[in-house]
Structures are given as structure tokens and as C-alpha cells.
């Protein structure tokens, strides 16, 4: 059993539940629906965790959307006022993105005895719901906490029709269902992401890059979209440098579903341009070992966000014992045990003085990274978020009593 594999590495209890809950609901359908197969978060969780849910005997399935670059335009619009921006949108806009919703449910086969759909991009795809047996969950990835009101307020009609719905941070709720989970998403230690790599291996990985290994590297892991504030992690840098030897290490890659990455990319190589030590690393999709190695030999990770859904790169260097420097928003606080685990930062200059700090106290480095491992260990690996779903999932069949008997 795959899930066996887990076992001395994530927490015991939940292995175990997991276990008991896969016995009861074996064969049951379970149906992931998201917007892009690489690049990004989702993207990340669902390649690991259909296979270890097949496995348990799960009738586990994936489905990606498709879209014209019109539609992505849009949902790229409304991501960002989701996340805050002030961007209006044309009744147009809003018919094509339920025209390309509808084109999707025809094609797709959405049947399941639970169905998560993913962010925005599919969140339509409720009006084509044909089954109401079936419990449609809406599962929200990004930063809720300040939207855009009427682009939320639009939204919402689609929102009150899911019979649930799953964030990752309690002040993204809305309070406007019954059922409004909390569930923030987890890494997995045995993915080429996470698992442990030989100092070989580390070496013939990152041959291709060039870097100087023997200088302390400062490393920020993201797409290139302007709320990870890539611009503002060379600021800091910079900051930095007059004081502290070090190099600056930005790897990305494109999303097939953000049509900004490309002018946000411009602007970084623009900013760095006349610096030799500042690498910005355009990794192809699937670079999973060299995202692996660079987490490993990064001296400080940052995650420099100014809006953030989860930020899976935080628990991805914490697990490798790195300190992590990173925006106070969204999902990142669950993360950093503020001067724990890492620092939480609110503009340039305060990442700059932590960066500072941890280059000048290697002791620190040493004792946050452990704390770090340990706190993704007991709260952010893929069996906790499993763990999860599954008691959604079985407290939706059975109720509350049978679940806190399993
Ligand atoms: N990632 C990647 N290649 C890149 C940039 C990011 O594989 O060039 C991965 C990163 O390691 C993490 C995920 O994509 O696993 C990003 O998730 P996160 O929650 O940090 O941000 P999102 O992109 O979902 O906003």
C-alpha cells in the first residue's frame, strides 16, 4: 500500500484514520476539477494525491478545464479582484466565462458521489450540475479576505448553489453556507518536490545553473504574478547587499492558466539586469528535483507575498529546514511561527533587517529550520490533508456521530 510508505515519516493517527475511513468508503467517486495540470499549488497537491487515493481504493479522478486565451484573460481578471484588485469586469466577459463553463461540462464527465471544484477558473460548472444526489464542493485556494466586492457579489450566485465549501484559512469563510470547511493544504514528503536528495545528486541537478554553491543564497520559489512581489524580493536584496555577501535566486515557471507571467517576468529581468549575482531561473513544468535542490541549498528562503491563497513553497523549505522569511497574508501565518519557524514581514525593508539577521546568526538558521520540519510534519504534510477530505467526505454520508466513531 502506498500509504504505508508514510508511515516514521508523517504523523501515525493519521495513517491510521485515513486507513479506516478508505475501508468505508471504498469504491466511492471522488472528482477533482481544476484549471491547469501544471504550474502552481493545485496543480502540485492533485498529481499526489489521485494516485494515493486510487490506491486506498478510491474511485479518484482528475478533470482539467479547457479554455482560449480570452477565457484565461478573464479568470486572471478575476483572480485578481478576488484577491483585492480593482478591476471591473463587462457583462460580456462574465457571459463568455459561463459559455466556456458550459462548453466544459458537456465534454467533461462530472459524474461523482463528491465533486471538488477548484478556484474560480470551473466554479460555473455548478449551474450544469445534473445530479442532486451528488455533493458539489467548491475548494478555495486563493486569498478571500479582501475581494473586490462586485466581482465577489457575482460569484456569489454561483457560491450559494455548492453544497459546501473548503478554504484554506478561516478569514477567507464567507459566511454564507452551513457548511464552510477549513482545510489548509499540505506537501508531500515523498514527491520529487520533497524527498530527500543525495549531495551528488544536488550537485549534478543545479550543474546546469551555474550558481556559486560556496555563497549564501537567497531564494524566492514562484510564479512570476505580481502578488509574490518578485520585484520587491530584489529590493530587498539589494538592501541587503550592502551590508551582507550573497546571491539572489528566483525560479519560476509559466502556468498554462496566467497570461501575465510573461510581462511580470520582463519586469524582474529589467530590474536585475546589471547584477551578475541576482539568477532568475525560468524552470520548464516538472522541475520538481531542481526546485528540490534549490530549496536545499538555499541559506533563506523568502515568500515575499503581498496576497497569498496557502503558499506551498513556505512548508516546501521549512520541511528541508530552511528558515522562511514571508509575507503576513493568507495562508503564510499558519506557516511561520513568527521568530519560530521564520519571520513574518509586512514591506521590503523588514525583509531586508531578517534577512540580515539570519545571515549574520547561523545558529538561528540552524534552530528555525528544526522547528520549521517539525511544524510541517505535525500540520502540513499530504496524509493531514487527506485525512481531511476523507471526513468531509464521510461526515457528509454517515453524520457527525459515525465519524467521531471511525
Ligand atoms: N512551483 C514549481 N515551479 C515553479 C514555481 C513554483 O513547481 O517554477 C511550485 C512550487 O514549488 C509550489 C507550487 O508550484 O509547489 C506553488 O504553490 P504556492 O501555493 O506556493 O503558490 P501558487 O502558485 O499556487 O499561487
New binding site residues.
Given amino acids: 500500500m502506498l500509504i504505508n510508505k508514510y508511515l516514521g515519516i508523517a504523523p501515525k493517527a493519521d495513517i491510521v484514520l485515513i486507513k479506516r475511513l478508505c475501508e468505508r468508503l471504498k469504491g466511492g467517486r471522488f472528482l477533482h476539477v481544476n484549471s491547469t495540470r501544471a504550474?502552481?499549488?493545485?496543480a502540485?497537491i492533485l498529481h499526489r494525491m489521485i494516485p494515493l487515493l486510487q490506491d486506498l481504493g478510491i474511485d479518484a479522478r482528475w478533470e482539467v478545464i479547457e479554455g482560449d486565451k480570452r477565457f484565461f484573460d478573464i479568470t486572471k481578471k478575476i483572480h485578481n479582484a478576488l484577491q483585492g484588485f480593482d478591476i471591473h469586469l463587462t457583462e460580456q466577459m462574465w457571459n463568455y466565462y459561463l459559455e466556456v463553463n458550459r462548453q466544459n461540462a458537456s465534454r467533461l464527465d462530472l459524474d461523482a458521489e463528491v465533486i471538488f471544484i477548484h478556484d474560480p477558473q470551473p466554479a460555473p460548472l455548478i449551474e450544469f450540475r445534473k445530479n442532486t444526489e451528488d455533493f458539489w464542493v467548491w475548494r478555495c485556494?486563493i486569498d478571500l479576505s479582501n475581494p473586490k466586492k462586485e466581482v465577489c457579489d457575482y460569484l456569489m450566485k454561483f457560491y450559494k448553489k455548492y453544497d459546501a465549501a473548503v478554504f484554506s484559512v478561516s478569514n477567507f469563510t464567507r459566511g454564507e453556507k452551513s457548511l464552510e470547511f477549513i482545510i489548509p493544504p499540505s506537501i508531500d514528503p515523498l514527491s520529487d518536490?520533497n524527498i530527500e536528495l543525495s549531495e551528488e545528486e544536488i550537485e549534478k541537478l543545479l550543474n546546469p545553473f551555474d550558481l556559486p554553491l560556496d555563497r549564501p543564497i537567497i531564494l524566492q520559489?514562484?510564479?512570476f504574478d505580481r502578488f509574490k512581489d518578485p520585484t520587491g524580493v530584489i529590493k530587498a536584496y539589494r538592501m541587503v547587499k550592502r551590508y551582507n555577501d550573497c546571491v539572489l535566486v528566483l525560479?519560476?515557471?509559466p502556468a498554462t492558466d496566467d497570461p501575465e507571467s510573461e510581462e511580470v517576468l520582463k519586469e524582474v529581468q529589467e530590474q536585475a539586469a546589471d547584477d551578475p549575482d541576482i539568477y532568475i531561473l525560468m524552470?520548464p513544468p516538472y522541475?520538481?528535483r531542481v526546485?528540490n535542490a534549490l530549496q536545499r541549498v538555499a541559506t533563506v528562503v523568502l515568500q515575499k507575498s503581498i496576497k497569498e491563497?496557502?503558499?506551498?513553497?513556505v512548508s516546501?523549505a521549512m520541511w528541508k529546514g530552511k528558515p522562511v522569511i514571508g509575507g503576513a497574508v493568507g495562508g503564510i501565518p499558519l506557516q511561520i511561527i513568527h521568530r519560530v519557524t521564520g519571520f513574518l514581514v509586512h514591506t521590503i525593508e523588514g525583509a531586508a533587517f531578517r534577512i540580515r539577521q539570519l545571515l549574520n546568526n547561523p545558529e538561528l538558521i540552524e534552530r528555525m529550520g528544526e522547528a520549521g520540519r517539525e511544524h510541517v510534519r505535525e500540520n502540513f504534510l499530504i496524509t493531514r490533508q487527506i485525512r481531511d477530505y476523507l471526513c468531509i467526505w464521510y461526515y457528509r454520508r454517515e453524520g457527525m456521530k459515525s465519524l467521531i466513531e471511525v
Fill in positions: 504550474g502552481g499549488g493545485v502540485e485556494h518536490k520559489v514562484s510564479r525560479a519560476g515557471s524552470l522541475s520538481d526546485i491563497g496557502f503558499g506551498l513553497t516546501e
